[in-house]
Each structure stands twice: as C-alpha cells, then as structure tokens.
C-alpha cells in the first residue's frame, strides 16, 4: 500500500518531469514498486518516468487523464 506521500509524488512525477521538491525515501519506495523508472541524463540531471504499473495507479485513484503515454 501506498503512502499519501508516496502518492501524492507519484502524482508530481505524472504532470512534471524534473519535479523538485521529493522526498527521497518516497522516489526509492516508488522505484522500489516499479512504478516510477529513473533514467540518469548526460548533464547528471535525472529524468523521472511513470512506468504502466504507475500509470495504472494513478488512474485507479481517480487520474483518469493519464492514458500511459509519457
């Protein structure tokens, strides 16, 4: 189960892609779960991604905007 944190993170990382404010122990939990992928760029700065799995979350919960494209 989920966190409200962890929930709510997942929902930031849904509508930005360099979101700034996420607590650490939620990113890993989410990675963790296979709901969120971590592609580190060149620059060093980390892209963030929704996988199926996090996308089907969200949409469970209400999210209905978010069709699993990114």
């Not at 930031?12 to 404010?21: E, K, N, Q, V």
């Not at 996988?51 to 949409?59: D, E, K, P, Q, V």
Request: aromatic share 4%; net charge neutral.
């Amino acid at each position: 189960m989920l966190s409200p944190h962890e929930i709510a993170a997942l929902m930031l990382i849904g509508t930005t892609r360099y979101p700034d404010d996420l607590d650490r122990d939620d990113l890993h939990a989410l990675c963790e779960r296979q709901l969120v992928s971590l592609e580190r760029l060149a620059s060093g700065h980390a892209h963030l991604h929704l996988t199926a799995r996090g996308y089907s979350i969200l949409r469970s919960i209400g999210k209905r905007h978010w069709n699993g494209g990114s």
